[in-house]
Every structure is written in structure tokens, then in C-alpha cells.
T-cell receptor
């Protein structure tokens, strides 16, 4: 099956620094990748939809300047949390959609990244 | 090595009957389990969850059963409706630190 990786799996940073999280589709080309934020015991929140070669589409309430998304190639999307604060501490998950699936029904999730901002 | 498995990629059920979606996990540190439902062109939405201290949680037509000794959980939908047709993801968490998703099962409810 399709494999999606994320790096790093865990990161601890100081308040005010920026953190970059990578999401890679290892054995397929993903024209569309999704970034989610998981709150403990709560819903998975879609942050943005990332399309290769174009600007990401952000969900309402998600700050574009704070969560920078770059989908530079068909196998890599990055999420940069700029000027991170403790309230940004969370579990961030990406998923990638197979290009053959026009309805994005086939989504493969990455293993997630645990961000802790001190 | 998949920590969360959904061995049935697809399932078809007649409207009005029961749908049973299964999920197996390997990590004994998982203490919280969630089910998500996903429609085409939308992100997954939270459906129901269960803590490891329980063996059953019910919410309307949806019931989740947890068998810790077998490391198995299942989602029952009864009665099934055509609007339930979607992809269902099982997810497991270890004390809120990490969340691992299964590959999903596509449910088709036939009218």
C-alpha cells in the first residue's frame, strides 16, 4: 500500500522559534496533501489542503502566516510553524491522496509529529 | 509494521442491516481509540471514541466495542443507512501522545 512518512516524529523547541515538519509520499506521487492537527481525545482538525505547485487552501480560523505550507514537489509537503508558542503544542498529521482518486477518497496518513513548545 | 490494522478494505451492507467494521492493534500502550468517518472530498470527521477502561460505548446508531485482551475493536452501525456510505478510519492513541491511524474501510450501504 501507499506509504506516507513524516519527519521529525517528535520535536521540542523553545517559544519563538520556527519548526518545519516534512511529509513525504514514499512510493507514489501525491498531487494533494492534507495537514491536520490532533487535539487530545478530540476531533482531527483539518488545517489546510496542499496542492503541488500552488498555494495551500487554509481552513477557516487557521493562520496562514503562522502555519506556512509548501508543496514543492509531488512527493513532499512541508508545514512550518513560525514563532511557535506553547499553545501550538500538538500532534500534527499529514495525509496524501492518490492522484488517481478524483474524490480524494483514498487518503493515506503519515505517522504524525508531536510538537512540544516550551 | 502497522500498529493499527483494518483488514477489510471494503464492506457492502444492505440498508437497514447491521454494519460491522473491525480494527486490530498491536501496541498494548494504546489507551484510547477513535473512529472517524470520511466522505469524498472532505476531511475525516470524528464519530465515536472509547477509553481502554471501557468495553463498550454507544451513541445513537453507533456502538464501539473494545476487547483489550484480543487487541480488537469494532464499530457497529445499526440500522445502516445509505448516508453512512463513507470510508471509516480507526485510530489509536497512547495517552494522547501519538495517534496512529488504520488504512480505512470503505463502507457501501446499498438501498
Amino acid at each position: 500500500g501507499a506509504v506516507v512518512s513524516q519527519h521529525p516524529s517528535r520535536v521540542i523547541c523553545k517559544s519563538g522559534t520556527s519548526v518545519k515538519i516534512e511529509c513525504r509520499s514514499l512510493d507514489f506521487q501525491a498531487t494533494t496533501m492534507f495537514w491536520y492537527r490532533q487535539f487530545p481525545k478530540k476531533s482531527l482538525m483539518l488545517m489546510a489542503t496542499s496542492n503541488e505547485g500552488s498555494k495551500a487552501t487554509y481552513e477557516q480560523g487557521v493562520e496562514k502566516d503562522k502555519f506556512l505550507i509548501n508543496h514543492a514537489s509531488l512527493t513532499l509537503s512541508t508545514l512550518t510553524v513560525t514563532s511557535a508558542h506553547p499553545e501550538d503544542s500538538s500532534f500534527y498529521i499529514c495525509s496524501a491522496s492518490l492522484p488517481s482518486s478524483e474524490t480524494y477518497n483514498e487518503q493515506f496518513f503519515g505517522p504524525g509529529t508531536r510538537l512540544t513548545v516550551l | 509494521d502497522q500498529q493499527v490494522k483494518q483488514n477489510s478494505p471494503s464492506l457492502s451492507v444492505q440498508e437497514g442491516r447491521i454494519s460491522i467494521l473491525n480494527c486490530d492493534y498491536t501496541n498494548s500502550m494504546f489507551d484510547y481509540f477513535l473512529w472517524y468517518k470520511k466522505y469524498p472530498a472532505e476531511g475525516p470527521t470524528f464519530l465515536i471514541s472509547i477509553s481502554s477502561i471501557k468495553d463498550k460505548n454507544e451513541d445513537g446508531r453507533f456502538t464501539v466495542f473494545l476487547n483489550k485482551s484480543a487487541k480488537h475493536l469494532s464499530l457497529h452501525i445499526v440500522p445502516s443507512q445509505p448516508g453512512d456510505s463513507a470510508v471509516y478510519f480507526c485510530a489509536a492513541s497512547d495517552y494522547g501522545q501519538n495517534f496512529v491511524f488504520g488504512p480505512g474501510t470503505r463502507l457501501s450501504v446499498l438501498p
